[in-house]
């Protein structure tokens, strides 16, 4: 590990000035302190966030805030999100481990980096970590990669499952940043590698997340996972979804470089019966966009067939 | 950079200076010679280094010493009152739930932080839950029914 200063954040204005004097924050360090190791990430300054005082969970009116150094196995089983927002308690305890879970921290999970070997490979070409060296993966090991959005500089998935059910939920992030505080909503924190992968969010230096806002509560929810082994794994394909009276949410996880908020399919279920044709014709509209690579293109039916049975299992 | 940081580990308080590029798993084990947390992969998916930090189990590995300045850490060494094993030990050796034992330690801490988890929310501990809960407790001997009887054993 290439060798760093550290420090700990006194308050959120101090660690915003100093990120964006170059600083990197520290939350849980469950994916940093392993991208350093890796070589990945050589931070000179680190700045140790996970201290500040966001590590509450509170209601407000009608939703709920979320610390951003609320710990992931923390918001999991706490009762009013377990009992109002199922599909976000789902995802995070689809996510890494127990033990993972009691380190991570909520604003770090949202800013965990692609799990693609290349990119973590530091003898390997990679367009994420050195933009213009190439992507490998385009060509190569892409069976976990993304089927949409993808450019021809980048086809690496985004790996947090909680991200996913933040998006179904339409949850909003509030960010601290040199010019003061504001606020993103989820579809819409991470972008599309586009010609500039190595950026994954909109953020900027010294933006700091400090809460997540959900809205309304979303009982009627459910996140469904598919992966390699049962347990510990990270998701070849996810769907999150959000079943309200008028309206049905939909994000998908897996298949792009953000959490991928299906708006084709909820396009065609508004106002309408959750019936089987229905949510087919949902289905097809979303996929058809997809793009597979040639050892993922397994990707588009098992998306199908996920996102028919989950919305199947929350259809009246 | 070094820093200045203390940790009470198994009970016992240390004033200790380190690198901060140091984990709290390669200082139990390198500075301070408490070898009970195992060094598999050192990237959080192996589940070996799994000590308890302020009661929470958690892969050391993962875990800069200098950002727990101040933490209270139970290893594997610190289960055992005295002589007398920690009940999880006790129905380890009873299950014959081991082989190489390399993975041990961290399945031991492992499962008494998931049992402290389990209680709080009130959650029934069957096979498929504890199975679900120690999944990033890797075993390459295979020795998971017999680690899920051990566990199971120590609920009862």
Redesign the interface.
Known sequence: ?K????ERASDAAAAVAAGADGATF?GG??NL??LM?LGVAAPTR?V?V?RLPHDGIEETAGGLRIGAAVRN?DLA?HPLVRERYPVLSEALLAG?????R??ATVGGNLLQRTRCSYFQDVTKPCNKREPGSGCPARDGEHRNHAILGHSEHCVATHPSDMAVALAAIEATVEVLGPAGPRTIPIPGLHRLPGDKPQHDTVLNPGDLITAIELGGPAPRSVYRKVRDR???AFAVLSVAAVVEPADVRIALGGVAHVPWRAEQAEAVLRGRELSPEAIAEAADAELSAAIPLRDNAFKVPLARNVLIRTLSELAP | MDAEISLRINGTEHELTVDVRTTLLDLLREHLHLTGAKKGCDHGQCGACTILIDGRRANSCLALAVAHDGSELTTVEGLAQGDELHPLQAAFIERDAFQCGYCTPGQLCSAVGMIEEANAEGAVLDAPAIRERMSGNVCRCGAYPNIVAAVADTIA
């Open positions: 590990m060798a760093f200063a550290f520290l360090g469950t302190v392993d190791k680190l140790d996970s196995a089983s890494a481990s127990g033990q993972l009691n380190l049962a347990s510990f």
